[in-house]
């Protein structure tokens, strides 16, 4: 019963470097979430898809972009990593969208970038 | 300005001993509210959703109530246990838009 799952946990990178995220999802749902969780502040939407081949900017895009590979995968790339990017990033999928439907969360992926 | 603040920002109780973690907003239109537990070094984990007309809601040790016309929510914990150690959140969504809004959280420590 996996849920929701992301890769990898942990990273290290040096500023300008890119990287990306993996989500994936065995729960069938239709959207997927990315956010951020800073110290101090609640959690930050990044960009999110409602459905398989869409993908719409959330409060925090800037130095992301977003793959809704297929129903189950919803990746985020930093292409120029930078420090201000330090965070803890974490994919949610839910089945009916985050307003109405329940949230489910992945482990998350703690980012750190010098 | 839509906002969730969370009080108080740190707890400290003993194993078996009652709390209560409290929520005002200033979301509008409103739209649900919703409790998540967050266990150090994971996700968040969703407790509660209360619509507009729900004053209660339990889950367990877990009662949340809600009233929409001061904007306020608490979370009451009962008979706490060291498994409860960990930080809540409380997320209201606008009725216009699918957009959550978290707050920072309510960090919760239970000691034996």
């Known amino acids: 019963n996996a849920g929701v799952t992301q890769t990898p946990k942990f990273q290290v990178l040096k500023t300008g470097q890119s990287m990306t995220l993996q989500c994936a999802q065995d729960m069938n749902h239709n959207s997927m979430y990315w956010y951020r969780q800073d110290p101090g502040m609640g959690l930050r939407l990044i960009y999110y898809s409602a459905s398989e081949g869409t993908t719409d900017k959330g409060e925090v895009p800037n130095g992301y972009n977003v793959s809704r590979l297929n129903k189950r995968e919803f990746s985020l790339r930093l292409e120029s990593a930078a420090p201000s990017q330090t965070s803890v990033y974490f994919c949610?999928?839910?089945?009916?969208?985050?307003?109405?439907?329940?949230?489910?969360f992945g482990e998350g992926s703690r980012l750190t970038v010098l | 300005k839509n906002q969730v603040e969370q009080s108080p920002q740190s707890l400290i109780i003993l194993e078996g001993k009652n709390c209560t973690l409290q929520c005002n907003y200033t979301v509008s239109p409103f739209s649900n509210l919703r409790w998540y537990k967050q266990d150090t070094g994971r996700g968040p984990v969703s407790l509660t959703i209360m619509t507009f007309s729900e004053n209660t809601k339990s889950n367990g040790r877990y009662t949340a109530t809600l009233d929409a016309d001061t904007k306020q929510s608490s979370l009451h914990i009962t008979a706490s246990q060291l498994s409860d150690s960990a930080s809540y959140i409380c997320v209201v969504r606008r009725a216009d838009t699918d957009k959550l809004i978290f707050g920072t959280g309510t960090r919760l420590q239970v000691f034996p």
């Open positions: 949610a999928s839910s089945s009916q969208g985050a307003g109405t439907g329940e949230l489910f």
